[in-house]
């Protein structure tokens, strides 16, 4: 991708994780583990108590290094869920951040009521993420869920900011089209508006069912399972999915600048001519 200009706006996707930055952080937090630190500053202590011999040294090197791998065995799963809950929280905090600047943008503008409206894009963003990882464990369906709303909400940025390119370009039409070229804003208009209103109605709707969709039924007396929940986190990914697909085909047929061609519903996508910049974080 090419570098960010000063009016880009950019949002990076929370999921896949990066392997490497797993693996990075949970070595780093194994190091500076109490545990580990305790375990290398007796062995430390230990040998200066033997007088520093060679021989003990290794022994008690290798029964700590021994106690450390069955440790960390016991207890690596919990650590790993630990570090993966961390960068998702910073992910998902970070597109807040620049959200919630657009949303500022628009203040700064006066257009309180856009404003206003992908304002409540964010909340429930923040509050189905909230949902989604609340009790730590990861699963494929919740980071389909969690993407497909991260797409959603940069579509909102990208209709919103389509909007008001119609805005101004119907405010020119005044003096300066013609009829059939105000009907013809006019009914794009119509359309980013319905665009927005039915992705806002979707995240709502997943913001609703999330929780139910992802928490298993209580069992009937049988013992048999009854199957509802897998049909609720399909059903939820199933609504998410022909959202984004409508988004991208409106984005299309109006020409709505995409991210990039390769990732459309994520990155930068530049603010439409005439747009104040986005200051630099």
Avoid at 247 to 275: C, H, M, W, Y
Wanted: with cysteine; proline share 5%.
């Amino acid at each position: 991708m090419t570098a960010q200009s000063k009016n880009q706006f950019q949002m990076a996707p929370t999921f896949p994780l990066e392997d490497a930055e797993i693996k990075r952080r949970i070595i780093n937090a194994k190091l500076l583990h109490p545990v580990t630190l305790g375990v290398a500053f007796g062995c430390i202590g230990l040998t200066v108590l033997l007088k520093g011999s060679i021989v003990g040294l290794v022994f008690l090197g290798g029964l700590g290094f021994a106690g450390l791998v069955a440790w960390w065995k016991n207890h690596g799963a919990k650590l790993e869920a630990k570090v993966i809950q961390a960068m998702i929280l910073e992910s998902n905090q970070a597109q807040d951040r620049k959200l919630a600047g657009i949303v500022a943008r628009y203040r700064r503008r006066r257009l309180y009521h856009y404003a206003s409206a992908l304002g409540k894009f964010i909340y429930l963003k923040k509050q189905i993420e909230q949902q989604l990882h609340q009790d730590g464990k990861l699963t494929s369906e919740k980071e389909q869920i969690d993407s497909l709303v991260d797409k959603i909400c940069a579509a909102a940025c990208r209709l919103f900011a389509k909007l008001t390119e119609l805005d101004r370009a119907i405010a020119a039409s005044l003096t300066s089209g013609t009829p059939e070229q105000m009907k013809a804003l006019e009914k794009d208009r119509t359309e980013v508006l319905e665009r927005i209103m039915h992705a806002y109605k979707t995240v709502h709707e997943t913001f609703q069912h999330v929780t139910d969709a992802l928490v298993p039924p209580p069992l009937p007396d049988n013992g048999a399972g009854s199957g509802t929940t897998a049909t609720n986190v399909d059903d939820v990914i199933r609504q998410l999915e022909e959202e984004n697909r409508i988004n991208r085909a409106v984005r299309e047929r109006l020409k709505i600048q995409a991210a990039t061609p390769e990732d459309p519903d994520f990155g930068a996508f530049e603010e439409p001519p005439g747009s104040p910049q986005l200051e630099a974080e």
